[in-house]
């Protein structure tokens, strides 16, 4: 059975930093494009960023500099390293693998 696990998210100031994980498992993660997705109140989902299984990275411009996806294969782990955090980065984030989500971690970005 897939499963994707969310951790890392929370509460901080504009300008702070978090490191969001994705314990990934039920399927070979070391060959799969993994995404991070998110979702703010009352707006659609949106795409963060990817990294191919031969290690392509892609980002949102919005993000672009500011947030870092990496994975480790022999964690399966995915991860999002998010830097000068501003209030618009505020919603739920999810790991994505082609049409699954995991149920998300929150992200609020406020003084």
């Known amino acids: 059975e897939l499963q994707l696990v969310e951790s890392g998210g929370g509460l901080v100031q504009p300008g702070g930093s978090l490191r969001l994980s994705c314990a990934a498992s039920g399927f070979s993660f070391r060959f799969a494009d993994m995404s991070w997705v998110r979702q703010a109140p009352g707006k659609g989902v949106e795409w963060v960023s990817t990294?191919?299984?031969?290690?392509?990275?892609s980002y949102r411009d919005s993000v672009k500099g500011r947030f870092t996806i990496s994975r480790d294969n022999a964690r399966n782990t995915l991860y999002l390293q998010m830097n000068s955090l501003k209030p618009g980065d505020t919603a739920m984030y999810h790991c994505?693998?082609?049409?699954?989500r995991g149920r998300g971690t929150q992200v609020t970005v406020s003084s």
């Open positions: 990294i191919s299984g031969g290690g392509i990275l």
């Open positions: 994505a693998f082609r049409t699954d």
